[in-house]
Each structure stands twice: as C-alpha cells, then as structure tokens.
C-alpha cells in the first residue's frame, strides 16, 4: 500500500493539507504546523500507510504543499 | 567619537551573518525563527532555542536585536505566536517587528516593545498616529517619496506624535536590497502559480524569471524592451543618503535575511561609513563611487533609488540571478586551529587556489573576512598552489572550526 512522506521539520504551517485532506491532517495549536494524523514518527519525519482510494486526494495535498515537504511512496 | 544620527539595521539570517553586521557596525539586527517570519523558505532559518544565543551576542555587542514576526497569522499560529514573543520577551530581544493585528495585540498584552512592519504599508500620518498607541517605531511603505517621508517625520513633532515608551515615534525605511513587484510586499503570484504563499514567507520568485507578453486575441508577442517585466531592480540609496538622512529618517533598513555573510557585512559597512560621512559633513562624490563599487561586487539584480526621488514606474532587472561583479566560489572549510601560533587549517574540498587570488571566509565567529593571499602553506610546505584535497593554513585571529566556510572570489566582469 502507498505510504504518505511528511517532513514535518519545514513544514511552514499554511494549512493547505488540512484544508484539502481535513481526514488525514490536524495544524498543530503547540507548534502551528501540519500534523499527519496516525503517522508514525522515524527521527522527525513521519509515515503513514493509507488505502490506495485515499491516494488521489492525497496525492493532490502532495502537490499542493507549497514547500514540497508531502511525497508519496 | 563619531556623532551617530540613524541606526543602520542589518538583515541577519545566520549566525555568520549576525557576526558579520556586528563587525560592519551595524546598530542593530532582526531576523525570523521558525516559520513565522516572511523567509520561513529559506534554507536557514533560526528556530526558537537561537533567540537566547542571539540575543546575547548582540548584548555583547553592545546592538539591538529585533525579532520579525511578520506574516499572515492563522488561528493555530496563536499559541507558537505567544510562546514566541513570551521567549523574545525572556530573552531580552528589544524589539518585535509585525503587521498582524494578533501580534500586535499579543506584544501589548506582553509589553512586549513593537516595531511596525512594512507589510502594513503605512503611507500617511494618521496611520503613524494609529499605530504610535501600540509602536515606537514604524517602518513606511517603500513606494512613498523622500518628500512623503518628511512630511510624515515633520508632523510627527509637529503633532508631538509619541510611541508607547513617550518618545516621539522613529521612522525607520528600507534603504538597500530587493524590492518586490507588489506594494509592500502584498504578492500573491506564488500563491497563484504555486499554491505557495509569500505572505506566509514562502515566496517562489516567481517575479524574477523572464516573461513573454502575448496579445490573446492575435497571438502575436509584444515587443518589449526587457522580458524581465516584473523583477525590480534592487533598491541602493547610497548616493542619496544625505537626502534620506534629511528627511528625518531614524533607521535605516537593509533587506536580505537570505542572504550570506559577505553581503551583509559588506553593504552594512558601506551604509555605516555612508550615515557616518553624512553626519561629518564629508559625504563626497568620490566615496559614493567607492561604496557603490562595493555594492555591486555583492549579490545585485542592478540598482536603482526606487520610489524615494518620485519616480513613477519602476526599474526593471536585465537578467535572472545576479548581476554582481564578484562571485564566490566553495573552496572548501575549516578543519583545525592552532591557538598558539594562531594559525587556521583549512581543507580544500573543490578547486584549487593560487598565490594572489582574493580568499573568502566566513562563519559564526569570523562573520566574514576577505583577503589576499600572500603566503601558501600547502601540508606542512610553503607552495605557490593548492588543490582539492591539501591541507592549506593561514594566520588566522580567531578559532577555526568546520562551520567556517572557504571561498575564492572571482571577478565577473572578465568572465
């Protein structure tokens, strides 16, 4: 199954990913920035594994990341 | 002793940067932490556990430090927002520098002294009026003209116009570095193109790449002089400083957070021994040319002298990137110091040097330090040459670590 990438570290907390995708994302009130809901943190950076009938709109949050910090894998 | 009539505010990105304005004469510095600061892109950016550390070499200095949190603010910024000025606060940093509403309120709230951001775009007296119950100082819109300027400085005395500490309201105006297409900075062309916002620090500069202007309906291209159409050339008011200082300005403001050591020490020195000559009465013609031969061997998109002398259209760049007489080139970085003999190591990790060539180092303790190279020590061995892998040492004032960087400097112009 795809996993979704997020490089939390520069993430500049624009809320395009909550916006777009508001049943994988939260802003953070702690920090402001994105957090992955259910991701899986490895030194910062964190995963998520996700059905592929989500990978469309996840894909588009992907591209929509205004500093490139969302891949899918 | 130098009689000092404005503060020269260096942009500072980096602890190299911060080093190097302390050792232009810079009175005071601002920079950004984490992302909520209008370079939030760019590749260094302080995080909140540098403000101490920033703060307390600007004590040492004897400058002020002053932390930019000028972007849109959005709901879940507030508690990053509070915690940041509570640290700025703690830390002593002497100023905040903002255009949100939140932040404004927030460094009220805190006493937490306010410097008014550009962003707000502050054009008029009643502004300044406005913003004077919250800000000591304020930084005007880049668009207004020297004339604007003095008018506003004159009827703040004249209204006895004063900021939350009593004294009268400082204006402070951008006198060096990038300008952007939009008014005040209020860009949304990355957000369009995109999606990324330069009102959130993540600006793709879009403006600065060439552009085809297309008439729709016929298909056929414009001739136009320039397909740079909308990349301003930088703004320089070195050779109007006198005017500038005449106006009633109190700071004088240099932009560039992103940019290196070398830049920042470079045209803050040229400012300061600029504001100095005005204030001695020995501002002459010759040293204008000297200190714009010296800014132009720094990152440069060409100059202008903006809007200040009332122009009505813009000057528009001829190239992407630089146009910068000089440029720098790796070389490599420290790797060993001898405090005895005061002698630095570096290892070359890319190219090769020569007797003669113009070194660059900079880094967090240096700031930056330019110099001919005289003698070459190249393993142990004096040596005319040194290439990539050689050890070459240099007398050197302060400790050498692997975050001082080597560079070679290379004229453009022969290119």
Redesign the interface.
């Known amino acids: 199954m795809p996993k979704i990438i997020h490089y939390r570290n520069k993430?500049?907390?624009?809320?395009?990913c909550y916006e777009q995708q508001p049943s994988l994302w939260r802003?953070?009130?702690?920090?402001?920035?994105a957090i992955l809901l259910r991701g899986i943190s490895k030194k910062g950076i964190f995963q998520l594994t996700v059905p592929g009938e989500v990978m469309e709109q996840s894909a588009a949050v992907a591209k929509?990341?205004?500093?490139n910090i969302i891949k899918i894998v | 002793m130098k009689k000092r009539t404005v503060d020269i505010l260096a942009p500072v990105g980096s602890f190299d940067s911060l080093q190097a304005a302390i050792n232009a004469g810079a009175d005071a510095i601002y920079f950004g932490v984490e992302q909520l600061n209008m370079r939030s892109r760019s590749a260094n950016v302080f995080s909140v556990t540098d403000i101490k550390k920033i703060s307390q070499a600007c004590k040492a200095a004897g400058i002020k430090a002053y932390l930019t949190l000028n972007t849109v603010m959005y709901d879940h910024d507030r508690q990053l927002l509070r915690s940041l000025i509570k640290e700025a606060k703690k830390q002593n940093i002497d100023a905040v520098i903002a255009a949100d509403f939140a932040v404004i309120g927030y460094c009220r709230e805190l006493e937490m002294p306010l410097h008014i951001s550009t962003q707000a775009n502050i054009t008029n007296i009643e502004s300044v009026q406005f913003f004077a119950a919250f800000a000591d100082v304020i930084v005007l819109a880049r668009e207004l003209t020297l004339k604007q300027v003095a008018q506003i400085v004159a009827d703040i005395k004249r209204k006895n116009i004063t900021g939350p500490s009593g004294e009268l309201v400082r204006i402070e105006i951008f006198v060096h570095g990038a300008l952007c297409m939009a008014v005040s900075g209020k860009c949304y062309l990355s957000l369009h193109q995109q999606n990324a916002s330069a009102n959130r620090g993540a600006c793709t500069q879009n403006c600065r790449r060439s552009y085809l202007v297309k008439d729709a309906d016929s298909g056929d291209e414009l001739l136009v002089e320039n397909e740079y159409i909308m990349s301003p050339k930088d703004l320089c008011t070195i050779d109007i400083l006198d005017e500038v200082i005449q106006a009633g300005v109190s700071v004088l403001k240099i932009e560039g957070r992103p940019k290196g050591a070398d830049y920042v020490h470079t045209v803050t020195q040229c400012y300061r021994e600029a504001a100095d000559a005005v204030a001695e009465g020995s501002f002459t013609a010759e040293k204008i040319a000297s200190w714009k031969t010296a800014l132009e061997k720094v990152y440069n998109r060409g100059f202008w002298q903006g809007y200040y002398l009332g122009r009505q259209t813009g000057e528009w760049a001829t190239q992407s990137g630089s146009a910068a007489t000089e440029k720098k080139i790796y070389i490599g970085k420290g790797s060993r110091y001898y405090p005895q003999k005061k002698v630095g190591e570096f290892t070359i990790e890319s190219g090769s040097i020569q007797i003669g060539d113009t070194l660059l180092i900079t880094g967090p303790l240096c700031g930056m330090v330019k110099e001919k190279l005289e003698t070459l020590y190249v393993n142990g061995a004096q040596a005319l040459t040194a290439d990539k892998g050689d050890r070459i040492t240099l007398l050197f004032p302060l400790k050498v670590t692997p975050a001082d960087k080597l560079y070679k400097i290379v004229d453009t112009t022969h290119a």
């Not at chain 1, 802003?27 to 920035?33: H, I, N, Y």
């Open positions: 993430c500049i907390g624009c809320g395009v802003m953070s009130r702690k920090d402001g920035k929509a990341c205004p500093v």
